[in-house]
C-alpha cells in the first residue's frame, strides 16, 4: 500500500498490544466453551491472534488513506513513474516530436541517477508515445531516444534534438532521426 | 469516478450471469435460492470462460466492443435457464452471520482503501494496464503495437490475455479510469471469500470457517496485493476455486463437477504462466488419487488438463509464434547446462519460498491451520483428500522452485521482487481446503462429501 507506514512504530505497537490484551480477555473468559479437538483449538487460536492484530492491521489501512486521500487527482495519475523515481512529465516533450505512426527505440545509459528510473523509460515510453510502435533495436527505428546516454553511440542520427533539459540532477533527453 | 463504479458493477454483474449459466447447465443449482447460495463460485467460474472466450476471440481478431461483451455474457448466461426452470424456489442455507462479519468489515475496509489508491505497482502501471488499454483502445490485438518490446520483451510474451481482458472489458464499461483496477481485483477477493463461506457454511465447523475467511480477507499480504492490481491475487482465487472443485469430483464423480474445475483451471492458465505450474500440480493430484479407485477417471483427470491448457494457453501461444517474431531480453532456460550452474539456486529458493508461505506478516496463519487440518483428517481415515490436498501442494511447490531454478534474472533479485507473490496461489488453495478438511475430522471415514452440492 502506497501510504502504510513500513516499520511497526509506537503507535503501531500499543494497538498490537491493546488487541492481545482484549483478546487474551475474552479468551479466558469463554474458555470453558472453546474446542476440545486439536483443529477447534488451532483454529481458535487463529482466530484469536487474527483479531488481535486487526486494529492494528486496521490502522494501518487508515494510514495509507490518510496519505491517498490527501494526494490530488494529478499525483494519483502520476504515482506509479513517481514509485520508479521517474518525472512523470519526463517525455511529454518527446510526443510532439516523434509523429504519429513513427517507431522509436529507447536508450538510457548509466547517466541516470537510479536503476529503477532508467527501467521504467521504456515502459514511460510505451505509455506517453501510444499507439507508436517500439522496436529494440535502435538501428532498425525511425526514432531513437536517449537518457544518460550519448545518442550517437546507441544509432546514427541525423540531427540530435534535446526534447527535455537535464534538470535536478536528471541528464537531458535527446531525441534523433535514425539515418538510413 | 463513481459513474464509471457504476460500469464496473454493471460489467461484473454480466460476469456473474455467465457464471451462472455454466454452472446451471452443470447442474449445481436449482431455483432462485439455490442461484444465490452460490454467487461466489458464479462469479469466478463465469471471470474464467469469459476471458478464456475474450482471449481467443482477441487472437481470431474480434475487438470485443461493448456489445460484444455482453453478448458473450449474454451467450454464457443462457444454461441458467436450466437451473432456474428445473427445482421451485431451490434451498440457500448459510451459516451464522457472525461467521462472515469480521472478514466483511475488512473487506469493506479494503474497498474503501482501494477507492484512493492510485495505479503505483511496477508491473501494473508498465504491464497489465498499458496492455488492457492497448485491447481498449486499438480495438483488439493490434499486431504492430501488442509485438512491441514492452509488451512481448523477456518472460512477458510468456502471460496470456485473461487478465488484461477483464480490465479492457472494464474499460468498455468505465472508460480509461486506472483508479478502478484495484477494485476490480477486490471483486475477485470478494468472490473468493463468498465462495469459501456458502460452500462450506452449512455443513462446516463456524470456528474454522471463521478463522479462514477473516485471515484470507485480514493478511497483510493480501492487502498489499490488492493495492498493486497484479493478476496474483485473481489467479489464487481461479486455482482455489478449482481445487475446490477438484475435491468435489473426487467425492461425487461427476463429469459436469470436473468440467467446472476444467473451467477454472483453464481461467488460470489464461491469467499468469504460473497458472500452468498451479493447474498441472491440481490435475496430476486429481490422477493420482483417482489411480486405485478408477484408472479411466485418472485418465480423464489427465485428458482433462491436456483440454484445459490447450484452451486456455494454446491460442496465445500460437498468436505469440505467428506474430511475435524472434523472442528479446532474458527468459528462463531449462538446458542441462544453466540448471547446473544454478543448482545452489533449488535450496536458495525452496527456503526463501517456505519463509514466504509460513511468514505470519504476509498471510498470518492460513498455512500451519491448514497444516493442522491435515493432520487432524488423516488421523480422521480422510486419507483421499489429504493425499489431494498434499500432492497438489507439493508439486505447486516445486513447480515454482524449478522456475527460480530456471531463471536468467539475479536469484536475490527475482525472489525479493516475487515470491511473496507467486505462493499467493497455493496459500489460497490451503484456505480454501482447511474447512472441507476440518469438516471431515469431525466425522466418521465414509461420509460423503467435502462440499455440499447445492442442489442438497
Request: net charge positive; charged share 15%; aromatic share 10%.
Amino acid at each position: 500500500m502506497l501510504g502504510a507506514p513500513s516499520g511497526l512504530g509506537v503507535a503501531g505497537a500499543a494497538w498490537l498490544l491493546a488487541g492481545f490484551l482484549v483478546a487474551a480477555i475474552i479468551t479466558w473468559r469463554r474458555r470453558g466453551s472453546l474446542s476440545t479437538d486439536l483443529t477447534g483449538r488451532a483454529a481458535a487460536a487463529c482466530l484469536v491472534v487474527t483479531l488481535a492484530v486487526a486494529p492494528y492491521f486496521a490502522r494501518r489501512i487508515v494510514e495509507d488513506l490518510r496519505v491517498t486521500t490527501a494526494m490530488t487527482d494529478y499525483e494519483l495519475s502520476v504515482a506509479g513513474p513517481v514509485q520508479a523515481y521517474l518525472q512523470p512529465y519526463l517525455l511529454d516533450p518527446v510526443t510532439r516530436v516523434i509523429p504519429p505512426g513513427a517507431t522509436y527505440a529507447v536508450a538510457q545509459g548509466p547517466g541516470v541517477p537510479h536503476p529503477e528510473a532508467r527501467a521504467a523509460l521504456a515502459p514511460l515510453a510505451m505509455i506517453k508515445l501510444f499507439p507508436r510502435k517500439e522496436v529494440s533495436d535502435p538501428r532498425q527505428a525511425d526514432w531513437v531516444i536517449a537518457w544518460g546516454i550519448d545518442i550517437h553511440d546507441v544509432a546514427p542520427v541525423a540531427t540530435a534534438i534535446v526534447a527535455r533539459p537535464e534538470q535536478a540532477g536528471y541528464p537531458a533527453v535527446v531525441v534523433g532521426r535514425v539515418r538510413r | 469516478m463513481i459513474a464509471d463504479a457504476g460500469g464496473l458493477v454493471i460489467l461484473n454483474l454480466l460476469l456473474v450471469a455467465a457464471g451462472a449459466g455454466i454452472t446451471g447447465l452443470a447442474g449445481t443449482w436449482r431455483g432462485y435460492r439455490g442461484l444465490a447460495g452460490g454467487l461466489g463460485l458464479d462469479y469466478l467460474v463465469g471471470v474464467a470462460a469469459f476471458g478464456v472466450l475474450a482471449q481467443l476471440l482477441y487472437v481470431l481478431g474480434a475487438s470485443l466492443s461493448l456489445v460484444e461483451v455482453c453478448l458473450v455474457c449474454a451467450a454464457l448466461s443462457i444454461g441458467a435457464v436450466r437451473g432456474l426452470r428445473c427445482g421451485g424456489a431451490g434451498s440457500f442455507r448459510v451459516g451464522p452471520a457472525w461467521v462472515f462479519a469480521p472478514a466483511a468489515v475488512f473487506l469493506v475496509l479494503l474497498a474503501v482503501d482501494l477507492w484512493y489508491q492510485p495505479l503505483w505497482a511496477y508491473d501494473s502501471w508498465t504491464f497489465w494496464t498499458p496492455r488492457a488499454y492497448g485491447l481498449y483502445a486499438l480495438d483488439g490485438l493490434d499486431t504492430d503495437w501488442f509485438t512491441s518490446g514492452a509488451m512481448l520483451g523477456g518472460a512477458r510474451r510468456d502471460y496470456p490475455l485473461l487478465f488484461s481482458a477483464v480490465e479492457a472489458a472494464g474499460f468498455r464499461f468505465t472508460g480509461y479510469e486506472t483508479r478502478l483496477l484495484d477494485l476490480q481485483t477486490w471483486v475477485f477477493l470478494l468472490a473468493f471469500v463468498v465462495m469459501i463461506y456458502q460452500a462450506s457454511s452449512a455443513r462446516m465447523r463456524n470456528v474454522v470457517l471463521a478463522a479462514v475467511l477473516l485471515m484470507v480477507a485480514a493478511a497483510p499480504s493480501t492487502a498489499s496485493q490488492l493495492a498493486a492490481a497484479e493478476a496474483d491475487i485473481p489467479l489464487a482465487t481461479l486455482v482455489a476455486a478449482a481445487g475446490l472443485c477438484g475435491v468435489r469430483w473426487l467425492e461425487t464423480r461427476r463429469r459436469s463437477t470436473l468440467v467446472l474445475t476444467a473451467v477454472l483451471a483453464a481461467g488460470a492458465v489464461a491469467t499468469k504462466i504460473e497458472g500452468a505450474i498451479f493447474v498441472g500440480a491440481l490435475f496430476a493430484a486429481l490422477g493420482l488419487c483417482s489411480w486405485r479407485r478408477s484408472r479411466p477417471d485418472s485418465a480423464i483427470a489427465i485428458a482433462a488438463l491436456v483440454v484445459v491448457v490447450a484452451v486456455g494457453l494454446l491460442p496465445w501461444r500460437i498468436w505469440v509464434a505467428v506474430h511475435g517474431g524472434v523472442p528479446t531480453g532474458a527468459v528462463p532456460s531449462l538446458t542441462p547446462s544453466t540448471l547446473v550452474d544454478h543448482a545452489s539456486y533449488v535450496p536458495r529458493a525452496a527456503g526463501y519460498l517456505l519463509f514466504k508461505l509460513l511468514d505470519p506478516r504476509g498471510w498470518l496463519l492460513i498455512v500451519p491451520l491448514w497444516a493442522v487440518a491435515l493432520w487432524s483428517a488423516w488421523r480422521a481415515a480422510r486419507r483421499g483428500v489429504v493425499v489431494f490436498a498434499i500432492v497438489t501442494v507439493a508439486l505447486a511447490f516445486c513447480g515454482l522452485v524449478i522456475s527460480y531454478w530456471s531463471t536468467p534474472l539475479d536469484l536475490h533479485f527475482h525472489l525479493a521482487t516475487s515470491a511473496r507473490r507467486v505462493v499467493t496461489s497455493i496459500v489460497f488453495f490451503c484456505a480454501a481446503l482447511t474447512p472441507l478438511l476440518a469438516d471431515a475430522t469431525s466425522r466418521s471415514f465414509g461420509q460423503p462429501s467435502f462440499v455440499r452440492s447445492r442442489e442438497d
